[in-house]
């Protein structure tokens, strides 16, 4: 069982599962229906993103990291980036003949911001690390491709209300990557690695989280107080959401043994799914 759990987090199922139940989620918000073919090229496509990010930070630093996914990626860099050139092919074939022409617009919109953030991330001087916030770029496009898939597929209509819950689920993406920058301080450091909690120090780090999950929260509130429409079940979701991310970054102790921070910050992104149940 352990070993299952230790490929389940290596091959980024979680993140995977997570995206899924995400998609759900707002495809259920904006009231439209989803198709299996979609769900399953965003499947592919998040593990090809992953482990594509994972085979080329290995080679980076030609294995030589504190991170396992590095090195294993390193290691067996070969066998995967086939695998991942497959999983690519196998997702423009699926959408070619599956997908809308709108929604394989979308997508190749969401591929260029993608590569954009894969070449910039890949800019090492100092200034341009100060310039370039990867946290941000993350967490844009991650919620860009959950929320703008639906809102293609409605012939691009979207209530009022909708933006705000879409507003608060986009920064809890952003309190889960910045509490991945705020417990990985001290390996970015001795990897010279870039992120935020590098360039504002952890205590800079750890007064943005809360700021972000504030704005969640408000904005969550707003659609509440504004707009009447009483989703219980979808604003509870989004509340648990808030409120686990929270209890994460309040009893970091707990969190930063075995890297338990990210197995419950990612966990979290699977209440989504709740809603459609």
Not at 49 to 75: A, C, N, P, Q, W
Not at 142 to 169: D, H, K, M, Q, R
Not at 235 to 262: A, V
């Amino acid at each position: 069982m352990k070993r299952f759990f230790y490929y389940y987090r290596l091959f980024s199922i979680d993140i995977i599962a997570g995206a899924l139940a995400s998609c759900l989620f707002a495809f259920k918000i904006i009231d439209v229906q989803v198709s299996v073919p979609l769900l399953f090229v965003l499947a592919i496509s998040v593990f090809s993103i992953y482990s594509l990010d994972h085979v080329i930070d290995g080679i980076r630093k030609e294995g030589m990291s504190d991170t396992g996914s590095h090195r294993y990626f390193f290691l067996h860099r070969k066998v995967l980036l086939i695998i991942v050139i497959f999983t690519i092919l196998s997702g423009l074939g699926i959408s070619f003949f599956y997908l809308s022409l709108d929604i394989i617009k979308f997508g190749i919109f969401a591929a260029t911001l993608l590569s954009a953030y894969f070449l910039f991330n890949q800019i090492r001087t100092a200034v341009w690390k100060k310039l370039f916030i990867k946290e941000f770029w993350i967490a844009s496009i991650y919620t860009l491709v959950i929320w703008g898939l639906p809102f293609v597929e409605s012939n691009y209509s979207i209530a009022y209300s909708s933006v705000f819950l879409a507003i608060s689920f986009g920064f809890l993406v952003l309190g889960n990557v910045l509490i991945y920058s705020y417990f990985g301080f001290f390996s970015d450091r001795s990897e010279h690695e870039k992120s935020i909690a590098i360039q504002f120090g952890r205590r800079g780090c750890r007064i943005l989280i809360f700021l972000v999950l504030g704005i969640s929260f408000s904005a969550l509130l707003t659609e509440i107080l504004v707009f009447h429409h009483y989703r219980i079940l979808d604003y509870s979701i989004l509340f648990l959401m808030n409120f686990g991310l929270l209890f994460i970054i309040n009893f970091e102790e707990k969190f930063e043994r075995d890297n338990l921070y990210g197995v419950y910050a990612d966990a979290l992104f699977l209440l989504p799914v709740l809603s459609v149940l």
